[in-house]
């Protein structure tokens, strides 16, 4: 099975101050992706993870996520696991909350619910196309703020639409990380 079948992803993940890595899962608890933290290791520890690979199988990458540096806003790109344009997520600032959108192939997809807590739905003008929900990952897990999370997609989300959406969550939290180590 591959990282494109489930209709459940289950993201476990492994975090320390040089990676930010997850085990992807289907819905019945069978491995079926990785994701590696990239970028050199003096980087990653001064700015925390920038860059996560997706991998399906040993050495074959399907996903890329980027944190792109730059002033303002929080900006990543997607990118397919040759490094070709996939998608690009910006976090916007407005009134009183925290806008998240995806930009996929023009196509505007929103993130809304509560992002940090990671129970919110994925929405395009077509509708629901993924929710997101947090799962309870043990009390040391969350004292480490390891994350385990669940992604239901909608049964009309294509190949390259369902990588963008898996992006687009890795993505999240790595703004989340970002924003953790502001704080810290």
Known sequence: MTILEPAVLVFQQ???????DFAIMDGSGAQVAHVETGGSSLGRFFAGSRN???FDGPENPVLQVKDTMGIGRDRMEILDG??????SLVKRITFFKTRV??????????LIGDLWGFN???ESSAGVLATVSRQWSGMGNAMLGKSTYAVQFAQNVDAGRRLAL???????DLIREKENRKSS
């Open 14 to 20: 492994t975090k320390n101050i040089m990676k930010n």
């Open 52 to 54: 996560l690979t997706v």
């Open 82 to 87: 040759q490094g070709g344009h996939l998608a």
């Open 101 to 110: 959108t995806l930009d996929y192939q023009g196509e505007d997809i929103d």
């Open 120 to 122: 919110f739905t994925i």
């Open 166 to 172: 898996i992006g687009a969550v890795l993505s999240l």
